[in-house]
């Protein structure tokens, strides 16, 4: 059966094939522990992790000493907030995020609440921005942390997180972004977004599943407190034997993204905007949520008015591979949380699709998905109780 074409890149990217074979050597032969300092099987794979720390460290204009292998961007969001939380305890107990943040921090907050540290959840405006000035606002002298996103998950909206920056500085508060939706495929220089904590994920960018990295800025002692109790690897801060075949894939990545993102950001964004006039020229009402240009080349998030969008993606699941929102979240029946944010009515919410473009997206492949979409909005609409919908829109 030929396989649907992959439109999910937010949810996850297809390995690529440089990353398999630079890893498979660290999976078979070169199967030392990166710990063991006697031998040629520990030192071999030693200067693979160095290797790879080196590359991480290049896509984000850091040094390689500032980069911190976890499993993934969950665990760096964990290790950011609650480590930063706990080691801070004696200076404040207040954080300010986002009410359109990831669950891996979103949740996290919620834990440390739990524990006592009180969080202001900042609104965004209808396009997912934060405003800087209300973080300036919100900032008071018990702040120790400030965690907003550098790219939405769902909208692809790319923050104002260089000004949020400025501002944490000025006032000495530390600040972490999620910046897993825009690592390797927009700009992201870690001294440009004044950033101290940075989170990646491996297979958000043509990598393995499993590994990640956390950026913890230095020479000035920014204090973290682990997670993870145990060997002391990772200057103390992530215990637990190196997964090396994964890190030397997260390294590879990050190399070919650095290589390759310029002229793919041109390209998705030539694609994207395919895909946005193929659909809206031959649909009506048919919403762009998001910002209309401070997005993410991949991502195009529409809502498609009348049409139930669970049953437009069943419909279109052997065409294209899609998502209405954050894969964590698409089990659940509820509107998404970041839709609601922005102000999308819940019946808009409801009928909200995310299309993700990604590295192997063709122009063909665009064209499928336009006439498909096309096709099946309009027999759905055809079917829907148009006069129950239109009246529960208000028009
Ligand atoms: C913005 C954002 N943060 C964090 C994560 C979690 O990353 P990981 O799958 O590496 O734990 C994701 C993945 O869905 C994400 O999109």
């Given at each position: 059966?030929?396989?649907?074409?992959?439109?999910?890149?937010?949810?996850?990217?297809?390995?690529?094939?440089?990353?398999?074979?630079?890893?498979?050597?660290?999976?078979?032969?070169?199967?030392?522990?990166?710990?063991?300092?006697?031998?040629?099987?520990?030192?071999?794979?030693?200067e693979a992790?160095e290797t790879a720390?080196e590359q991480?460290?290049?896509?984000?204009?850091?040094?390689?000493?500032?980069?911190?292998?976890?499993?993934?961007?969950?665990?760096?969001?964990?290790?950011?907030?609650?480590?930063?939380?706990?080691?801070?305890?004696?200076?404040?107990?207040?954080?300010?995020?986002?009410?359109?943040?990831?669950?891996?921090?979103?949740?996290?907050?919620?834990?440390?609440?739990?524990?006592?540290?009180?969080?202001?959840?900042?609104?965004?405006?209808?396009?997912?921005?934060?405003?800087?000035?209300?973080?300036?606002?919100?900032?008071?002298?018990?702040?120790?942390?400030?965690?907003?996103?550098?790219?939405?998950?769902?909208?692809?909206?790319?923050?104002?997180?260089?000004?949020?920056?400025?501002?944490?500085?000025?006032?000495?508060?530390?600040?972490?972004?999620?910046?897993?939706?825009?690592?390797?495929?927009?700009?992201?220089?870690?001294?440009?977004?004044?950033?101290?904590?940075?989170?990646?994920?491996?297979?958000?960018?043509?990598?393995?599943?499993?590994?990640?990295?956390?950026?913890?800025?230095?020479?000035?002692?920014?204090?973290?407190?682990?997670?993870?109790?145990?060997?002391?690897?990772?200057?103390?801060?992530?215990?637990?034997?190196?997964?090396?075949?994964?890190?030397?894939?997260?390294g590879?990545?990050?190399?070919?993204?650095?290589?390759?993102?310029?002229?793919?950001?041109?390209?998705?964004?030539?694609?994207?905007?395919?895909?946005?006039?193929?659909?809206?020229?031959?649909?009506?009402?048919?919403?762009?949520?998001?910002?209309?240009?401070?997005?993410?080349?991949?991502?195009?998030?529409?809502?498609?008015?009348?049409?139930?969008?669970?049953?437009?993606?069943?419909?279109?699941?052997?065409?294209?591979?899609?998502?209405?929102?954050?894969?964590?979240?698409?089990?659940?029946?509820?509107?998404?949380?970041?839709?609601?944010?922005?102000?999308?009515?819940?019946?808009?919410?409801?009928?909200?699709?995310?299309?993700?473009?990604?590295?192997?997206?063709?122009?063909?492949?665009?064209?499928?998905?336009?006439?498909?979409?096309?096709?099946?909005?309009?027999?759905?609409?055809?079917?829907?109780?148009?006069?129950?919908?239109?009246?529960?829109?208000?028009?």
């Amino acid at each position: 059966m030929k396989r649907p074409i992959y439109l999910d890149h937010h949810a996850t990217t297809p390995l690529e094939p440089a990353v398999l074979e630079a890893m498979l050597p660290y999976l078979t032969e070169k199967f030392g522990n990166a710990s063991s300092r006697t031998h040629a099987y520990g030192w071999e794979a030693e200067e693979a992790v160095e290797t790879a720390r080196e590359q991480v460290a290049a896509l984000i204009h850091a040094r390689p000493e500032e980069i911190i292998f976890t499993s993934g961007a969950t665990e760096s969001d964990n290790l950011a907030i609650k480590g930063v939380a706990w080691a801070y305890r004696d200076k404040g107990n207040h954080i300010i995020t986002a009410t359109t943040e990831h669950k891996a921090v979103l949740d996290t907050c919620k834990a440390l609440e739990k524990q006592g540290f009180v969080v202001t959840y900042l609104p965004v405006d209808r396009t997912g921005l934060v405003d800087p000035d209300d973080v300036r606002r919100a900032i008071t002298p018990r702040t120790i942390l400030i965690s907003i996103m550098y790219v939405n998950s769902e909208i692809g909206t790319i923050g104002p997180v260089a000004e949020i920056g400025a501002i944490a500085r000025e006032h000495g508060v530390l600040f972490h972004t999620d910046a897993v939706q825009g690592v390797g495929k927009i700009a992201c220089e870690v001294d440009a977004l004044h950033v101290d904590l940075l989170s990646i994920s491996g297979h958000k960018i043509y990598g393995p599943k499993g590994i990640g990295a956390l950026y913890v800025r230095r020479p000035q002692r920014l204090r973290l407190q682990p997670l993870i109790d145990g060997g002391g690897h990772e200057r103390g801060l992530r215990s637990g034997t190196l997964n090396v075949p994964g890190i030397v894939g997260l390294g590879k990545a990050c190399e070919l993204c650095r290589q390759l993102w310029p002229e793919e950001s041109v390209r998705l964004r030539r694609l994207r905007q395919r895909l946005y006039e193929g659909i809206t020229r031959e649909l009506d009402d048919v919403y762009l949520n998001g910002h209309p240009e401070r997005r993410v080349p991949g991502n195009l998030n529409l809502s498609f008015a009348y049409v139930e969008g669970e049953a437009l993606l069943f419909s279109l699941k052997d065409v294209v591979a899609l998502s209405s929102g954050s894969a964590c979240t698409s089990d659940s029946h509820e509107p998404s949380y970041v839709l609601r944010a922005i102000g999308v009515d819940d019946t808009l919410a409801h009928s909200a699709i995310r299309f993700g473009l990604g590295r192997h997206t063709t122009e063909a492949e665009i064209d499928t998905v336009i006439a498909a979409v096309v096709e099946n909005v309009r027999r759905l609409r055809a079917l829907a109780p148009i006069g129950d919908l239109k009246a529960r829109l208000g028009r």
